[in-house]
């Protein structure tokens, strides 16, 4: 038997790790006047989901609780379990308003509309008669 004198320590860390903060997998992309967060939440409990905002900092927050199985003799225990947190900050030009989320298949997608004075517009271009009449 080799001496191994990162053993318990690799141990310890595992078993910290499991009731540490856990990564959250984001896409986040812009589809015409909104975006859309997905973010991948595998076996949570949609009761477990919270999504909340705060001036202009959203969080998405959730829960996995391990399973238990008091007699049973673990082989492999892989699955993480634990708090879920992420935080995005929203600049301006979002509508605060009528941002909404759904949980679909172990999928939080959250839509966030662009609010109307931050979407893309057409500028018109004045001619020299029309512009003497503004500075008048």
Request: aromatic fraction near 6%; hydrophobic fraction near 35%.
């Amino acid at each position: 038997m080799s001496f191994d004198p990162f053993s318990d320590l690799d141990r310890l860390t595992s078993q910290l790790g499991s009731r540490s903060t856990r990564l959250m997998p984001v896409d986040l992309f812009r589809e015409g006047d909104r975006y859309v967060l997905a973010a991948d939440l595998p076996g949570i409990d949609p009761g477990s989901v919270d999504v909340d905002l705060d001036g202009h900092v959203l969080t998405i927050r959730a829960e996995r609780t391990a399973a238990s199985h008091e007699s049973a003799k673990w082989l492999a225990r892989e699955r993480p379990y634990g708090s879920y947190v992420r935080q995005f900050s929203l600049g301006d030009g979002i509508d605060t308003e009528g941002i909404s989320a759904h949980y679909d298949n172990g999928v939080l997608s959250v839509v966030i509309p662009v609010s109307e004075r931050a979407r893309p517009r057409k500028i018109d271009i004045l001619g020299k008669s029309e512009q003497s009449s503004i500075s008048a």
